[in-house]
């Protein structure tokens, strides 16, 4: 007897589904690797499928509101993983063909027990939605923020912002790189953009990093534009000893070792140190590097800098995160907030009189960014404020505040270069004494 074989294109989508569902459930995305699916092709097909999923969330929301008047059945295992991804090939990448979409979508709930009794609802709703394909491409786009977001961040940066956001939430982000050495050259091979400082943009993403020219010899480390900006604001003399909290994958301890200082790395996270640690092997950079709380951390003498870039809501990394859009709360916030305010506390007393303290924050919410700031200065009687200013940000200087702080976000670049930058805040301080 012959045994039955899948059909072509089910285990991927399988793979697919399981993904999805995982950050539905409220975990973060992370695209699918070669070890989880080692046909490049294929994998590059599921991780489009999901990343369209979650970009267009709110507005396959709406369809799925208008598409079951009684709501997603409760306890249905994979369905709404399969159904969200059916939807977004159904309107949003047509050139994926609507029938796999229909084929796969029952094909791939069969095999769930607890969703196959829905395969005719399955089918149903999909052939309902194939029908609608055309109306539903035309949705509104200020669906694709959640209400409560987009209005908080209408009042806070204005709605051309909020236009200029809905549209980076579809492009994605672009792979920005931050180069060792400035090798026109190299930039040249890349195919990238300089955009500001030793920060490249690349034209194309049709290789994975490790494939790039420079790699292997350690000439360059993936850093969004707006991340690579704290450190730079740092402006110590070389040799100075700077304390980086919070420090893996390790991007800027990478740069405050190419700005010549003498680098402590920390981390409370085993596993992101021992990424931090192959980075700077490749790099051929060679911090100090100790595992510890960054909330409790004693040094043994304090240091000339301290750069903090602290665990946040990260709502700035929308383009490549956008499920943070739908797990935003103002109680996720709020604990935030107060280990933020831990952080700052101790950061201050890890720092010698005169040094210079860095906080960022990957976020767009006031109270982790410019309500912390004025927090430090109440809360932390021997610190002042350092304003940044336009000199130091050529092609940027939009982004400083009229406090002196720095406030980026997708619908900034430098030099308006196209792409946008994570959203990011950044506040310098000195310890007066």
């Known amino acids: 007897m012959t045994k039955k074989t899948d059909p072509a294109g089910l285990k991927l989508r399988l793979a697919a589904a399981q993904r999805l569902k995982s950050v539905l459930g409220g975990d973060h995305f992370a695209p699918l690797s070669a070890h989880d699916m080692p046909d490049g092709r294929d994998r590059a097909l599921a991780n489009r499928l999901v ?29 709404e993983a399969v159904l969200r991804l059916s939807l977004a090939q159904l309107v949003f990448l047509p050139d994926l063909g609507a029938h796999s979409a229909l084929f796969l979508a029952v094909e791939a709930i069969r095999r769930d027990p607890k969703a196959r009794h829905l395969t005719g609802l399955m089918n149903a ?27 908080a961040w209408q009042d806070q940066y204005g709605a051309d912002a909020i236009a200029a956001f809905e549209q980076a ?9 931050t180069l060792r050495d400035n090798d026109p050259d190299l930039i040249e091979a890349l195919g ?10 690349l034209e194309s993403r049709d290789r994975p990093v490790e494939a790039l020219p420079g790699y292997d010899a350690g000439r360059f480390w993936v850093q969004d534009a707006a991340s690579a900006l704290p450190a730079r604001l740092l402006n110590l003399s070389k040799g100075a000893e700077v304390l980086d909290l919070c420090a893996a994958p390790g991007g800027k301890t990478a740069q405050l070792l190419k700005a010549g200082y003498v680098v402590t790395a920390l981390d409370a996270d085993a596993a992101r140190l021992e990424r931090l640690r192959a980075n700077m092997d490749r790099l051929g950079y060679q911090p100090t590097v100790i595992e510890a709380d960054a909330a409790t951390f ?15 809501s990260a709502t700035g990394t929308f383009r490549r995160h956008p499920e943070v859009l739908w797990q935003r709360s103002a109680r996720g916030i709020a604990e935030r907030v107060r280990l933020q305010q831990a952080l700052l506390a101790n950061a201050y007393r890890c720092l010698a009189p005169g040094g210079t303290l860095i906080y960022a924050v990957c976020s767009l919410e006031p109270d982790e960014g410019e309500h912390m700031a004025e927090w430090a200065l109440g809360a932390l009687p021997e610190l002042a404020l350092m304003p940044i200013v336009a000199d130091e940000l050529p092609g940027l200087e939009a982004a400083i505040t009229p406090a002196g702080t720095l406030r980026c976000h997708p619908g900034l670049a430098p030099h308006g270069i196209d792409g946008g930058m994570d959203g990011f805040f950044v506040a310098r301080f000195q310890r007066t004494r």
């Not at 491409?137 to 209005?151: H, I, R």
């Not at 990238?192 to 490249?200: C, F, K, Q, R």
């Open 169 to 177: 939430l579809i492009s994605g982000a672009p792979l920005d790189l």
């Open 192 to 201: 990238a953009t300089p955009l500001i400082a030793d920060s490249v943009r």
């Open 125 to 151: 709703v999909l052939r309902k939605a194939q029908s609608n394909s055309a109306r539903y491409g035309l949705m509104d786009e200020s669906l694709l923020l959640p209400a409560e977001v987009a209005q």
């Open 51 to 79: 990343t369209t999923a979650l970009r267009r969330q709110g507005q396959i929301n709406a369809m799925i509101a208008e598409l079951l008047e009684k709501g997603l059945p409760p306890r249905s295992g994979s369905f």
């Open 298 to 312: 004693g040094p043994t003498k304090p240091f000339d800098g301290v750069l903090l870039d602290a665990p946040c």
